[in-house]
């Protein structure tokens, strides 16, 4: 029997839903936090337990991994069982892994273990939000909803260093694991909000499971490790699974979910432009130190202007999806980052600040992007399928960075990069950067045509998808 939950029919639960708002911020700023919150601290960890950068890299690696794979199993298991114990089960998971981590760091194994564990419980966090908001909530409401989440997200992110480096420079690296301990305090005011809803129940395709897992493993692994033998693995693994989730009578994902046009083109969209961006936070720091010479702290304060824009204009884009449409947002947002990254690659060289003034405008349209792109997935999925395709979605845009960053190692390696393209670029130090910048400008406008291809100018995503 399939849920009869709609996402316009539990208006009369709507006070109720409204409550539940402060609470997904609170739970969300905790998730993604503690993505970047240790990173600052890996030196100290290598440090204590005499550990290679390879070896320290794990305590980050294996958060990723089960990150990853964690928004997928959720986004599927929402499908079939209560979101309430789901997400009850991912805090309760979350929290004490950190109490065990935090009780025993001084054992390097369990911590990395510890660090698995709260991967795995932190990822029902996003991934069950999404699915709550696309759920119990109007259209109006949930874009809304979705800029707060996105101007939290990006708050998150970027205190995270800054949070991290205080805690361990104060205090001592393992004092990070006591703050996701916070995010139990939300723990009774979802289960008192939140619906007591009857999942489906069903069984968990566990072939399925696995095989995604080893997919998303090895392939975070090959990009992070750089070590050829995760690429094989990922190959075999997904054509694996391809074929499993074919033949078998309840798979983990229906094939038919990606024979959607709407939703598979807003994947690849969704990856161009998260690959990008991730691509360009990769090489800014490297451009700053080479061509200006700039310590870390004054890149820093170069980049943070623009990081803090996304906190104020996640609710504005908001509040224009509800007004204007995602169609409109999405457009301003791919206008706006294609704008900046211009800008960018034609004065490389010039004054440094400049480019903390362009950051504020790609930042700014990150923000827009980001808030309209997920309504405009969550319009296209039939309720059934808000679940996993969500999950995907979630995992697509974890990856992507991972991917971008990969890529642009390899391709500032490349000596065709280093010559002149851009006619107001005249220092050949800065000919490499000027031509990746408008490489990203081209697969920006690329995402640009493909959006405008797939849903048109200003259709109704849900007339298109029906």
Do not use: C
């Not at 204009?313 to 409109?328: I, P």
Request: no cysteine; proline share 4%; hydrophobic share 55%.
């Amino acid at each position: 029997m399939e849920r009869t939950i709609s996402m316009t029919s539990n208006n009369h639960q709507e006070p109720n839903m409204q409550r539940l708002v402060p609470w997904i911020i609170y739970i969300i700023f905790f998730a993604v936090l503690n993505e970047t919150v240790f990173n600052v601290s890996t030196p100290n960890i290598a440090s204590q337990f005499h550990l290679n950068p390879s070896q320290v890299s794990w305590i980050i690696t294996i958060f990723i991994i089960f990150f990853g794979m964690g928004s997928v199993i959720y986004g599927k298991l929402s499908d079939a069982f209560s979101i309430k114990k789901l997400i009850s089960f991912g805090i309760l998971l979350y929290s004490s892994s950190s109490i065990v981590g935090f009780i025993f760091h001084s054992n390097y194994p369990i911590v990395i273990v510890a660090r698995a564990l709260q991967g795995a419980g932190a990822s029902a966090i996003p991934a069950l939000v999404m699915i709550i908001i696309a759920r119990y909530f109007t259209k109006e409401q949930r874009g809304k909803l979705f800029g707060m989440i996105t101007s939290t997200v990006s708050f998150a992110i970027g205190i995270g260093p800054v949070l991290g480096g205080y805690v361990s420079g104060t205090y001592h690296w393992s004092y990070l694991f006591v703050i996701p301990i916070f995010s139990l305090v939300a723990l009774p005011f979802i289960h008192r909000i939140l619906p007591d809803e009857a999942g489906e129940g069903g069984i968990l395709d566990v072939i399925g499971t696995v095989l995604m897992g080893i997919t998303v493993s090895s392939l975070i692994l090959y990009l992070t490790e750089a070590d050829w033998f995760y690429l094989p693995v990922f190959v075999v693994a997904l054509i694996w699974f391809i074929i499993h989730i074919r033949r078998t009578a309840n798979p983990f994902v229906e094939p038919e979910l990606f024979s959607n046009r709407l939703y598979r083109n807003g994947l690849i969209i969704g990856f161009l432009i998260f690959s990008t961006v991730m691509a360009v936070m990769f090489v800014l720091p490297l451009m700053l130190h080479d061509l200006y010479q700039l310590k870390t702290q004054t890149i820093g304060l170069i980049m943070f202007p623009g990081a803090f824009s996304a906190v104020i204009f996640g609710t504005v884009a908001g509040n224009l999806t509800v007004k204007k449409g995602s169609h409109f947002v999405v457009y301003l947002g791919l206008g706006l980052i294609t704008l900046s990254l211009f800008l960018q690659s034609s004065v490389v060289g010039a004054w440094v600040w400049y480019f903390g003034i362009v950051l504020v405008i790609q930042y700014v349209g990150f923000s827009f992007l980001q808030t309209a792109l997920i309504e405009s997935v969550t319009n296209i999925l039939p309720n059934k399928q808000i679940g996993v395709g969500m999950g995907f979605y979630n995992l697509i845009s974890f990856v992507s960075g991972a991917i971008g960053t990969a890529l642009v190692s390899k391709a500032m390696e490349l000596p065709i990069l280093k010559v002149a393209i851009h006619p107001l670029v005249s220092n050949p130090s800065a000919y490499l950067f000027s031509n990746l910048m408008l490489i990203f400008t081209l697969i920006v406008i690329a995402s640009a045509l493909l959006y405008f291809i797939t849903f048109g100018k200003q259709e109704n995503l849900s007339e298109e998808s029906a």
